[in-house]
Structures are given as structure tokens and as C-alpha cells.
């Protein structure tokens, strides 16, 4: 069992950055990982994701704005968000899967981020 706690959500004027963490109380060496978002009333939906063996895909909404990145010394995935939009306004989430075992997957609790027009 892993258990993912993220952080830096908030509330930012168009334009501005955050940074999101998702901190995971296992490594994260044998796991394909992913930031995902969901905004009211809408279907979740893929922002970014790191596969094995360090594949990195972005939706093209976020393309050029947002960077994801891990770091295996302290087991965090983390996402830089820049030139943040109103539409990018969502309770975003990190999701892990063992490359290993598939049917191992684990959700983040969700971090809000919320951009003012």
C-alpha cells in the first residue's frame, strides 16, 4: 500500500505559478506516474504523466506551461504550473501504478487550484 499526500494548490491570478507535490511513503523507482485534474461538472482528465523509462507525455492544453518531474531521493512527483489559466481551475491529483502489477494503483486526496480571471 502507498500512500500519496500532495500540497501547493491554491488560489493565483491568471498568469501567476504554482507548484504541486505529491509525496509517496514508498519509492517511487517501480511505479509509472501521472497528475491528473478534475474540474466541476467535467470528467477527470490526464495533465501529465512519467512512464517507464522516464517518458513524459502532456496534455496539449498544458503543453509549454506545465513540467512534471520526480524525484526518487525523496520519493515526490511534483508539477510546476506557469502562466496558470482560468480553465486550468480544477482539483488536481497525483496517481501512481505499479509497472509491475497494474491492478497496484493509488490516488492522491486532490489539491485545489483555483485561478482568478
Known amino acids: 500500500q502507498v500512500q500519496l499526500v500532495e500540497s501547493g494548490g491554491g488560489l493565483v491570478h491568471s498568469g501567476g505559478s504554482l507548484r504541486l507535490s505529491c509525496a509517496a511513503s514508498?519509492?517511487?523507482?517501480?511505479?509509472?506516474m501521472a497528475w491528473y485534474r478534475q474540474a466541476p461538472g467535467k470528467q477527470r482528465e490526464l495533465v501529465a504523466s512519467?512512464?517507464?523509462?522516464?517518458?513524459?507525455v502532456y496534455a496539449d492544453s498544458v503543453t509549454g506551461r506545465f513540467i512534471i518531474s520526480s524525484d526518487r531521493t525523496t520519493n515526490t512527483l511534483s508539477l510546476q504550473m506557469t502562466n496558470l489559466k482560468p480553465e486550468d481551475t480544477a482539483l488536481y491529483f497525483c496517481?501512481?501504478?505499479?509497472?509491475?502489477?497494474?491492478?497496484?494503483?493509488?490516488w492522491g486526496q486532490g489539491t485545489q487550484v483555483t485561478v482568478s480571471s
Open positions: 514508498a519509492s517511487i523507482l517501480i511505479y509509472n
Open positions: 496517481y501512481f501504478v505499479s509497472v509491475i502489477q497494474t491492478d497496484r494503483e493509488y
Open positions: 512519467i512512464t517507464h523509462p522516464g517518458n513524459i
